[in-house]
Structures are given as structure tokens and as C-alpha cells.
């Protein structure tokens, strides 16, 4: 079993950063494969990245190369994504999720879910 919990959301102008963090329980955390999710009103959630267990190999959605990066510290049990030249159309709420098999490619391979956390970007 494990617990994801998405802090580091708020609100920021256009341009500017945020990292968010994803923080798991468990003692196997480093066997599971670790996703950011994003969710915008009246849509369907969508893939943003994705990182290995041993931090080794990670995915971006296109739309986001280039401006964040996904990154993990197992001794901490955390994820983060640091998020770059943000524009308003990242807004949305963002979620982490864990994936029990490698390299996974679809929503349906990630077990376990967070509440999200809100990404609001002005213009």
C-alpha cells in the first residue's frame, strides 16, 4: 500500500516557477515507477511525466519539454516537479500517482492516486 500526499500548488504569473512535491508512504516506494498528472476544468486528467524507481529514465508530455523536470529522492520517499516558464494554460490540478510496473504508458497502470494539488497560472 501506498499513500501520496501533492503539496507546493498556488498561484503564479506567467513566467514564473513552482515545484511541486509528492511525498509517499511505505517502505518500497523505490520499486514503483512515479507520474505527474494534470487535470484542467471541464477535461480529462493527462500524463505530464513520469520517473523510474531508481530515478534513472524519465517521459515528458511534449508540451512541457524544455520547461520541467521530474525528479526523485528515495531517501526522502519524494518526487518533485519543478515547473519553469509556466503559462496560464498549466493551470489545473496536478496529481501524483505510483505505477507497480516498469515504464508504464497508460493512466490505468498507476495504482495509487493523490488528492492533487491546485497549479494556477495568471496572465
Known amino acids: 500500500q501506498v499513500q501520496l500526499v501533492e503539496s507546493g500548488g498556488g498561484l503564479v504569473q506567467a513566467g514564473g516557477s513552482l515545484r511541486l512535491s509528492c511525498v509517499a508512504s511505505?517502505?518500497?516506494?523505490?520499486?514503483?515507477?512515479i507520474g505527474w498528472f494534470l487535470q484542467a476544468p471541464g477535461k480529462e486528467r493527462e500524463f505530464v511525466a513520469r520517473?523510474?524507481?531508481?530515478?534513472?529514465?524519465?517521459a515528458y508530455v511534449d508540451s512541457v519539454k524544455g520547461r520541467f523536470t521530474i525528479s526523485r529522492d528515495n531517501a526522502k520517499r519524494t518526487v518533485y516537479l519543478q515547473m519553469n516558464s509556466l503559462k496560464p494554460e498549466d493551470t489545473a490540478v496536478y496529481y501524483c500517482?505510483?505505477?507497480?510496473?516498469?515504464?508504464?504508458?497508460?493512466?490505468?497502470?498507476?495504482?495509487?492516486w493523490g488528492q492533487g494539488t491546485q497549479v494556477t497560472v495568471s496572465s
Open positions: 511505505g517502505r518500497t516506494f523505490s520499486s514503483y515507477d
Open positions: 520517473v523510474s524507481g531508481n530515478a534513472g529514465v524519465t
Open positions: 500517482a505510483a505505477a507497480g510496473v516498469l515504464y508504464p504508458t497508460s493512466e490505468s497502470q498507476y495504482n495509487y
